[in-house]
């Protein structure tokens, strides 16, 4: 009799045990795969830019990496118009179960700013910032009559409005013209002619006399001499570029980065943000990536959300109180 009760108590025991397992498994999975299971089948990066632009480069470069890291693909989807507010509008409205993602940069702040739409950085789940970029410049074509910087400066003081500017309206490329506006007391001509590929056509075409533009993706055409860069935003000259003076080097204190980042829609659980936060910290510090990235001139920067957040109110701050004084 006692045998028969240890046996049916052992029993009681082990199917105890089980239900709690199968209670705390279910319990982790709050988007309905566990979040110890994420991610088990395919991501979808959504990209707010078209095919051959540094956003579109950047995002398939890191897709490379990441895949390796999660163990799962990871398809990219550019979703274009509206400078980059309808592939925000389209991840916010998207199932919170970490299997789309939204890569993304500046161009979310600018929107806001300027109202080309409400969304902010603060309503998404931002699993952190992977890749920095100073490496945005001034260009021009490579027999314009605009030797250097000093130049184009000098002649856009003579004649106010004199100079077309080729730029996507709103954009980050954009903001950069503004603040050198505001900081030299000049006015440019700002010719809306879409983003990369169009900037470029409209420059060689001679429809616009300049072009900000992330030089790297110019490079080819600096090679060939159609193009020639005049000075770019960064702190110090840069390493892939080393004969282009920084604005800073020529007393115009004007400086941008451009930040890449990855976000979650509202709501997606703390758990799989954290796991894809991981496999960004890791693809980050991979050695490969690093002399890939570096190579489009833009340097691998793991910042975590919560850092990146706070990256992000700066330079909102930072946009606002140039795009009041542009008014």
Same mark, same amino acid.
């Given at each position: 009799?006692?045998?028969?009760?240890?046996?049916?108590?052992?029993?009681?025991?082990?199917?105890?045990?089980? !239900? $709690?397992?199968l209670?705390?498994?279910?319990? &982790?999975?709050?988007?309905?795969?566990?979040?110890?299971?994420?991610?088990?089948?395919?991501?979808?990066?959504?990209?707010?830019?078209? +095919?051959?632009?540094?956003?579109?480069?950047? @995002?398939?470069?890191?897709?490379?990496?990441?895949?390796?890291?999660?163990?799962?693909?990871?398809?990219?989807?550019?979703? #274009?118009?509206?400078g980059?507010?309808?592939?925000?509008?389209?991840?916010?409205? @998207?199932?919170?179960?970490?299997?789309?993602v939204?890569?993304?940069?500046?161009?979310?702040?600018?929107?806001?700013?300027?109202?080309? &739409?409400?969304?902010?950085?603060?309503?998404?789940?931002? @699993?952190?910032?992977s890749?920095?970029? /100073?490496?945005?410049?001034?260009? #021009?074509?490579?027999?314009?009559?605009y030797?250097?910087?000093?130049?184009?400066?000098?002649?856009?003081? /003579?004649?106010?409005?004199?100079?077309?500017?080729?730029?996507?309206?709103?954009?980050?490329?954009?903001?950069?013209?503004? %603040?050198?506006?505001?900081?030299?007391?000049i006015?440019?001509? $700002?010719?809306?002619?879409?983003?990369?590929?169009?900037?470029? +056509?409209?420059?060689?075409?001679?429809?616009?006399?300049?072009?900000?533009?992330?030089?790297?993706?110019?490079? %080819?055409?600096?090679?060939?001499?159609?193009?020639?860069?005049?000075? #770019? !935003?960064?702190? /110090?000259?840069? /390493?892939? $570029?080393?004969?282009?003076?920084?604005?800073?080097?020529?007393?115009?204190? &004007?400086?941008?980065?451009k930040? !890449? $980042?990855?976000? !979650?829609?509202?709501?997606?659980?703390?758990?799989?943000?954290?796991?894809? &936060?991981?496999?960004?910290?890791?693809?980050?510090?991979?050695?490969?990536?690093?002399?890939?990235?570096?190579s489009y001139?833009?340097?691998?920067?793991?910042?975590?959300?919560?850092?990146?957040?706070?990256?992000?109110?700066?330079?909102?701050?930072?946009?606002?109180?140039?795009?009041?004084?542009?008014?």
């Amino acid at each position: 009799m006692n045998n028969i009760l240890k046996k049916n108590g052992t029993y009681l025991l082990l199917i105890g045990l089980l !239900f $709690f397992t199968l209670a705390a498994c279910g319990k &982790s999975g709050a988007t309905g795969n566990g979040s110890e299971e994420y991610p088990n089948q395919s991501i979808e990066m959504v990209v707010p830019a078209s +095919a051959g632009g540094d956003t579109d480069r950047n @995002a398939r470069l890191l897709v490379t990496y990441l895949e390796k890291e999660l163990g799962v693909s990871i398809v990219v989807q550019n979703v #274009v118009g509206s400078g980059g507010t309808i592939a925000v509008d389209e991840l916010l409205s @998207a199932e919170p179960d970490g299997y789309r993602v939204l890569y993304f940069h500046n161009g979310i702040l600018l929107n806001n700013i300027l109202g080309l &739409s409400e969304n902010k950085y603060s309503d998404l789940a931002i @699993a952190g910032i992977s890749e920095l970029d /100073e490496g945005n410049g001034i260009v #021009v074509k490579g027999d314009s009559k605009y030797k250097d910087i000093e130049d184009l400066i000098e002649a856009a003081k /003579e004649k106010p409005q004199g100079i077309n500017v080729g730029s996507l309206l709103g954009s980050f490329t954009h903001i950069q013209l503004l %603040d050198i506006q505001e900081k030299e007391g000049i006015e440019f001509n $700002f010719v809306d002619v879409g983003d990369h590929s169009d900037r470029n +056509a409209a420059l060689l075409g001679g429809q616009v006399d300049v072009i900000p533009t992330q030089l790297g993706l110019v490079s %080819d055409y600096f090679k060939s001499g159609d193009m020639k860069p005049l000075a #770019v !935003f960064s702190e /110090e000259r840069l /390493e892939q $570029f080393p004969d282009v003076p920084t604005f800073k080097e020529l007393d115009i204190d &004007s400086t941008f980065e451009k930040f !890449f $980042f990855t976000a !979650f829609p509202p709501e997606t659980p703390n758990e799989v943000v954290d796991v894809f &936060s991981k496999a960004l910290e890791k693809v980050s510090k991979n050695e490969e990536y690093i002399k890939k990235a570096k190579s489009y001139g833009i340097t691998p920067t793991y910042i975590g959300s919560e850092e990146a957040e706070k990256m992000m109110e700066e330079r909102q701050q930072a946009y606002q109180a140039i795009y009041e004084k542009s008014k």
